[in-house]
């Protein structure tokens, strides 16, 4: 969750230095967000294959 508020913190002020925020930056930052938080799930879902509770 943290690393998400940070790719958004980071991209929104640059985005509105940069030019205006429109509907196709914030469609562009959903699509960051989502291949951020899908590559943790693969991740996690992957590595708990290999956790062993004692």
Known sequence: MASSILIALVCLP?????SAIDLEK??????YLTAHQSGYLVGA????????DP
């Open 14 to 18: 640059l985005w509105a230095l940069t």
């Open 26 to 31: 914030a469609l562009m930052l959903f699509a």
């Open 45 to 52: 879902y992957a590595g708990a294959g290999t956790h062993h």
